[in-house]
Structures are given as structure tokens and as C-alpha cells.
């Protein structure tokens, strides 16, 4: 083997650094062009430069999106009206740590009460206003009234007073919260400008982010253009973001140009995808779970009896494996990712189990039981037949499921929160208390089973506050528990987020918080 061959192994195998590459290659006299494919190949991402125009194809959008954050129900309004024309004051990195964005640095106080934001210096908006602690103020009271239905309202109630100090914004919470930083990192928390007499401009579409909005068409998708002011990276010129909702079509715009990217890729045909020599198809784990939820408010989903009897009517590896062809991994009802921390598998572990079902059914006087379940293409890609599945498994065991396919471009208006048995997905949050507090508590805007637990909301107060780490796990174990025991949630899968591109466009490391490359791949992306 010569140095030439030696040098490209090491590449392959990750054992020499981009730069480190070429100034080997320079030397042996390789050209930069020879070197660039095999770093490419190799996987290796390419050094940006600005220019180009990037399609993105998303599998959701609905003529009811709105630009009003407290309003984002998923990627689509996510990834344009803050990934890439918005900030919030904080945002998590790669590692999955918590970093400033829009704040150059946070700080609490002692009994993490009180947490003082310093602003970055400079930064505008996209119509050449500064960014005032105010503007910070305002946009968190958009989220915070008595009427609001924000779907960061949650994780706001803990806020006793926020207020402008020069430069910092300070708030003063209820009760310590050591991931008050995490929650300033919600998608829904972008920045806005204040107006004058009070509230925050929405409207306008206007934000800090590395792209301004030229053209947004809700249920159709959206034209940017970069923000040359912009106080971070954005190396496209002009960003569109489509709508193409069937998983078919926008494979077809991918394979055929028409899209650079696209994301929840069929994982029936994701195989051919790979063989695609033009395409790379990538997939990252992180804390998303598709799911079926029961309203525990009517009937017959306020039996906890029935619920727990289709808790055990669901064959989860039969959905993991025929569905999800080994992108994701069964769910046990609990929708804490096995990665965040304090995570716990609550036994017993909700597997299939037909008996088990009968008996459940004999205690709550429902033998012969028929529910209507909501299914939708808008909540995850292979739900019809994640719900056929079900519907299979579940006869086995004496429950009659009509799985009723619904309308994608009205689900989330139409059908989430208002019918009772249900289709959805959870990106999932890097917290306990996040993801808790967003979707179960008592009062939250998105509690989609609306469940609520008196032991349950005791202990997600007293858990935020509590300092020791031994009894704070301790305490979200138990949550978790009852959560699984009693709740209306069925945890199908954690999914991972397969999507795919075009070698036009290049790339670094994924962010795992969210989908489409943490919602902010307007900014990270580049042509290759």
C-alpha cells in the first residue's frame, strides 16, 4: 500500500482531520480536486461558501399556519418563522449542551429563582431596529397572558416577573429551576419586536435570524432571503421551504431536482434511496416518539381500565419492524427519550399481551369494546398502517378499532385536541421537567390527553426547585410511573428522523433537538 492509499484509509476510517487530509494530499501531489472527492466520499463535510438557492421539502404545513409563534405546531412554521428568520435567547449546540443565541450569557442566582440575561450587542432586526431588552420583554408577555393559548404558556407559568435592566433581561421565577436556560431555547420563544404601547409584532414576520421572509403562502410553503446583517452564519442566498406532504411526491422532487432536501423519508423505500448515487440519506437519533392518545376526559377513555387494556392491545415491535423498518425503537408509555437524564423504564413493561386485555376489559364491563381511532399522514409517515396494525392486534384480543384516516391539510386544526382517540408525534425536549411541563401538566395548552394527575402536578413543582440530584431523579421516576400506569398516552416508537439530500448541499454535525437538522438548517446548510 503507497502513502496515497495509506492517506485515503485513514480518511475513510476517520483517523486524519480535513485539513490535516489536504495538506497530506498537497504534499504527496495529489490535486485539490481528487483530494475534495475523496473527502467527500468519505463522508467529510465541505468548507461553506455562500451562494445558491436551497430547496427544502417538508412533509407538513396546513392553510391554518400562522406566523404567530404561540402558534407553531410543527417543522414547517418551526423551520421558517424561527430556524430561519428567528432567535431565542438561547439554543443547544450539537453536544447537546445549552448555549446563548440572541444572549451572549446567562446567570442565576443562588436558589436558581432569578435568571439575569445579558443581550448580544448590535444585533437588529431584519428592518434595522435594535434589539432592546424590551423586545425581549414583550415577546414573553405574547406568550404569557391570562387568555393565551401558547404552547410555551407552560413553561411560562413559573415566571413571576420578567423586566428590562439596561442590556439584561431578568426574571424572577416562583420556585428555582435549573433548566429555565433550556426552555429559553423553545421555537415558540422567537424574539419579535416590541410595538409601541406594548405586545410584540408577530405580524410582520419580522425576527434577528440569518434569513428575512420575502413570501409566506401557509399551506404551500415560503420564499427567504439571507440577512446580510445577520450576527451568525447564512451562506445561501435565497432559502425556499415547499409543502409536499405525501411522502411519494416528495421523494420524487428530491430524486428529480426539484428539492434539495426532504425530510421523514419513506422507510419502505429509504433502501432505494441509498443506492442512489446522488443522494445521501441520514439518520439521527434524538427524543421523538410517535404515539396514539386517548382524551381521559370521555368516554370510554376515563376507564384507566381501558386505557391500560390498549396499552396491552398494541403490538410495538410488529409496528418497530414492519413500519419503522429498524429506524426506531418500541415505546413502554413513557415519553421521556432513554437519553435525557433521570430517564427510568417503568415496569411492567407494556408489551402485547391479549389476557391481559380481556381481563382488563372484564373490570371495566366493556367486553366487545369498539373505539374510533384518528389517523393522519400529517402526524408521522407510515401511521395508516402503524393504525391497521394496531387495529389487527387488537381484535386478537376482543377490541374493535375503526381506524378513521383523516384530512393532513386540517388535522391539527380539526381533529388534535378535539377528537378523542388520536394520531400524533412529540419531538420530544432534552428535559424532564420540559417535556413534562409542555404536555402534561395539568393547565398545558398541549396536554393532547388532558390528563390530569394530582400526585403528578405536586411533584412537577417540587422537582424544578429541588437541588439534589438523588432526589430529584427519584422524584421524576415517580412520575414517569404514574404516567405509564395511568395516563392516556401510548408511547408507539422513539423514531429517529430520517431524512435525505442532495450532494448539491453539504453539511455539519446534526443538531438531535428537533427535526430538520434542529429546525435551523436554513443556516447550517450550504451548497456543496
Not at 472527492?37 to 412533509?59: D, H, N, W
Request: contains cysteine.
Amino acid at each position: 500500500m503507497n502513502q496515497w492509499e495509506e492517506l485515503q484509509q485513514a480518511a475513510f476510517t476517520k483517523r486524519v482531520s480535513r485539513r490535516d487530509f489536504m495538506r497530506r494530499a498537497t504534499a504527496l501531489g495529489i490535486s485539490t480536486a481528487l483530494a475534495t472527492g475523496v473527502l467527500s466520499r468519505a463522508g467529510y463535510a465541505q468548507e461553506p461558501k455562500k451562494g445558491g438557492t436551497f430547496k427544502i421539502g417538508l412533509g407538513h404545513g396546513a392553510t391554518t399556519d400562522s406566523l404567530d409563534p404561540a402558534t407553531y405546531p410543527d417543522q414547517m412554521t418551526g423551520t421558517v418563522g424561527w430556524g430561519a428568520t428567528g432567535n431565542s435567547l438561547t439554543e443547544m449546540d450539537a453536544a447537546g449542551n445549552i448555549v446563548g443565541d440572541l444572549a451572549e450569557s446567562f446567570e442565576p442566582s443562588d436558589d436558581a429563582k432569578q435568571w439575569v440575561f445579558k443581550l448580544r450587542n448590535g444585533v437588529t432586526f431584519h428592518n434595522g431596529k435594535a434589539v432592546t431588552a424590551n423586545d425581549v420583554v414583550q415577546s414573553y408577555l405574547h406568550h404569557m397572558g391570562k387568555d393565551s393559548k401558547s404552547a410555551a404558556k407552560s413553561i411560562l407559568e413559573s415566571v413571576e416577573e420578567i423586566k428590562a435592566d439596561g442590556d439584561n433581561v431578568v426574571f424572577k421565577l416562583k420556585g428555582g429551576n435549573a433548566d429555565f436556560p433550556f426552555y429559553a431555547s423553545d421555537y415558540h420563544l422567537k424574539i419579535m419586536p416590541a410595538k409601541d404601547g406594548g405586545g410584540a409584532d408577530w405580524e410582520s414576520g419580522i425576527g434577528t435570524g440569518p434569513y428575512a421572509i420575502e413570501k409566506f403562502d401557509p399551506g404551500v410553503g415560503a420564499k427567504l432571503k439571507r440577512n446580510d446583517n445577520f450576527y451568525g452564519k447564512a451562506y445561501f442566498d435565497e432559502v425556499e421551504v415547499k409543502v409536499i406532504a405525501d411522502v411519494a411526491a416528495r421523494t420524487n422532487a428530491l430524486t428529480s431536482g426539484e428539492i434539495h432536501f426532504m425530510d421523514r423519508c419513506d422507510l419502505k423505500t429509504v433502501n432505494l434511496l441509498k443506492k442512489n448515487p446522488d443522494i445521501n440519506v441520514t439518520e439521527v437519533t434524538g427524543y421523538g416518539h410517535y404515539i396514539f392518545v386517548m382524551n381521559v376526559t370521555q368516554a370510554p377513555f376515563d376507564n384507566p381500565h381501558v386505557r391500560n387494556a390498549l396499552k396491552n392491545a398494541i403490538d410495538r415491535e410488529e409496528i418497530a419492524k414492519k413500519v419503522f423498518h429498524g429506524y426506531a425503537t418500541a415505546g413502554n408509555d413513557n415519553p421521556i427519550a432513554p437519553s435525557v437524564q433521570y430517564a427510568i423504564n417503568p415496569e411492567p413493561i407494556h408489551t402485547y399481551n391479549p389476557d391481559k386485555v380481556k381481563e382488563l376489559l372484564k373490570k371495566a364491563g366493556m367486553e366487545g369494546l369498539t373505539v374510533d381511532l384518528s389517523v393522519s399522514d400529517a402526524a408521522f409517515s407510515g401511521v395508516v398502517d402503524a393504525g391497521t396494525l394496531f387495529k389487527e392486534s387488537a381484535a386478537k384480543a376482543g377490541i374493535n378499532i375503526n381506524v378513521i384516516r383523516e384530512a393532513s391539510d386540517s388535522y391539527w386544526d380539526a381533529v388534535w385536541l378535539k377528537k378523542p382517540f388520536v394520531a400524533s408525534y412529540w419531538n420530544g425536549r432534552p428535559t424532564c421537567d420540559w417535556m413534562f411541563t409542555t404536555a402534561y401538566a395539568a393547565d398545558a395548552s398541549w396536554n393532547d390527553t388532558f390528563w390530569k394527575n394530582p400526585r403528578f402536578s405536586e411533584l412537577l413543582v417540587a422537582a424544578r426547585s429541588e437541588t439534589d440530584s438523588a432526589k430529584r431523579g427519584t422524584m421524576y421516576a415517580e412520575m414517569q410511573q404514574l404516567l405509564h400506569d395511568d395516563g392516556g398516552l401510548i408511547n408507539i416508537v422513539f423514531n429517529n428522523y430520517v431524512s435525505a439530500h442532495s450532494k448539491a448541499v453539504a453539511h455539519g454535525d446534526f443538531l438531535s433537538n428537533w427535526d430538520v437538522d434542529g429546525m435551523k438548517i436554513a443556516s447550517r446548510w450550504w451548497m456543496a
